[in-house]
Every structure is written in structure tokens, then in C-alpha cells.
């Protein structure tokens, strides 16, 4: 079975511009969530989408936001991009939405954004 | 607040020792701990994790073990091999509305053959 597949894996982006991250889950996965690593850092919580509803929000702006589709694949999207935004952003997804016996969050392999 | 502390932020060792790395977190609801391997370049990878209701786990190699009272866990490899060379996050996951891992800086463990 596939992993949790991301795209794009790298991009360039010019201060002030948009960007949309795309991610779907294992099969049968129907827990989305979203993280920032930022170069010598740990990832840290951007977002949380179960059943396509928001479940969990990290300390981000407004500008970040995301949503989850019928097929529970996901997008991330950042306005106004800022330099500071340059990152791994991480896809995560796990079977449910809470931390019952046997739900292991797993990651993707993560987009590179470059912010020029 | 919620914080996850993770010693030491390097650790070299010759091949066939052991590596511990070590994590303290604040919130006492945490009940689901597990460790990441992330290679350069690429995504965390699950190695192992622990559950609350557990004080310690093997698979192979890898270990770890939680002490609920202390709020601390450890992953311990035992024989590394130049290929464990990577950088190490354990994590802790919050009990709040969400479902969410609380990383801690990282270890960038070297291996010497």
C-alpha cells in the first residue's frame, strides 16, 4: 500500500505570492493533519481535518488554511507569503482523530517551499 | 504550556555501542509517545512508540521505555550501525480537541564505523 504521498516535493515562490500543498492519506486513513519543519528544527502543529471538519489549530496566521475533500485527501494553502515561510511542510495522516490504542500518525516525505 | 525537551542535540558513537536519547514532556494527559528517524532530505519515519499504559517496548535493536511518574522516555539502540546515522525527534501527542504531536528538537545521532 502506498504512504502518504505529497506534492509538489519542491517549489520556488516570490515574496507576496500563494501556494497550495497537496496530500493524500494511507488508504483508509481519514485523519489529515499538517505540519511545519522549519531547517534544524522539530515539525510543529499547523492543522488538524477529520471527516473534512477542522479538529485542531496551531499557533499560525490566517493566512495558512486548509481543507480536506470527500476522498479525505488534503490541501494547505498560504497566503501572502512571507520569507519566514520557507520549509518542509509535512502531511500526516492517522486512522482516526484522537490518540486511541493503535493510532499512529504517520508522515510523508513533505514539499520543500522555497520563499524568494 | 505544552513543551517536549529532548538531550542530548548531538551524539556521536563508534559502531556496535549503544545510543540513549532522552525526553521530558509537561502535559501529564500525554498517552502516546513515539520516536521518528528523519533522514536528510526526506520525511520522519516512524521507528517506534509507546503508549501510557506501557513502561517499555522492543523491536529488535530499537527500545523504549516511559516513566509516567517522572514524565520522561528514552529510545535506546543497542549494536548501531553507520546506517542509524540521521536525526532523532520523539514527540509527545497533547490531549486536547485535536490529535496533535508535540516534537522536540531533535538529536543527530553519528555513527563512526
Known amino acids: 500500500d502506498a504512504g502518504v504521498t505529497q506534492s509538489p516535493t519542491h517549489l520556488i515562490k516570490t515574496r507576496g505570492q500563494h501556494v497550495t500543498l497537496r496530500c493524500s492519506p494511507i488508504?483508509?486513513?481519514?485523519?489529515v493533519s499538517w505540519y511545519q519543519q522549519v531547517l534544524g528544527q522539530g515539525p510543529q502543529f499547523i492543522f488538524q481535518?477529520?471527516?473534512?471538519?477542522?479538529?485542531g489549530r496551531g499557533n499560525f496566521p490566517d493566512r495558512f488554511s486548509a481543507r480536506q475533500f470527500p476522498n479525505y485527501s488534503s490541501e494547505l494553502n498560504v497566503n501572502a507569503l512571507l520569507l519566514g515561510d520557507s520549509a518542509l511542510y509535512l502531511c500526516?495522516?492517522?486512522?482516526?482523530?484522537?490518540?486511541?490504542?493503535?493510532?499512529?500518525?504517520?508522515f510523508g516525505e513533505g514539499s520543500w517551499l522555497t520563499v524568494v | 504550556g505544552e513543551n517536549v525537551e529532548q538531550h542530548p542535540s548531538t551524539l556521536s558513537v563508534q559502531e556496535g555501542d549503544s545510543a540513549v536519547i532522552k525526553c521530558t514532556y509537561s502535559?501529564?494527559?500525554?498517552?502516546?509517545f513515539p520516536w521518528y528517524k528523519q533522514e536528510l532530505g526526506k520525511g520522519p519515519q516512524l521507528i517506534i512508540d509507546?503508549?501510557?499504559?506501557?513502561g517499555e517496548k522492543k523491536d529488535q535493536r530499537i527500545a523504549v521505555t516511559l516513566n509516567k511518574t517522572a514524565k520522561h522516555f528514552s529510545l535506546h539502540i543497542t549494536e548501531t550501525q553507520p546506517e542509524d546515522s540521521a536525526v532523532y525527534f520523539c514527540?509527545?501527542?497533547?490531549?486536547?480537541?485535536?490529535?496533535?504531536?508535540?516534537f522536540g528538537s531533535g538529536t543527530r545521532l553519528l555513527v563512526r564505523p
Open positions: 500526516a495522516s492517522s486512522l482516526f482523530f484522537s490518540g486511541g490504542s493503535g493510532n499512529t500518525i504517520y
Open positions: 488508504s483508509g486513513h481519514k485523519s
Open positions: 481535518y477529520y471527516e473534512k471538519e477542522e479538529r
Open positions: 502535559d501529564s494527559a500525554s498517552n502516546y
Open positions: 509507546i503508549r501510557s499504559n506501557v
Open positions: 514527540a509527545a501527542s497533547m490531549r486536547d480537541s485535536s490529535y496533535k504531536l508535540i
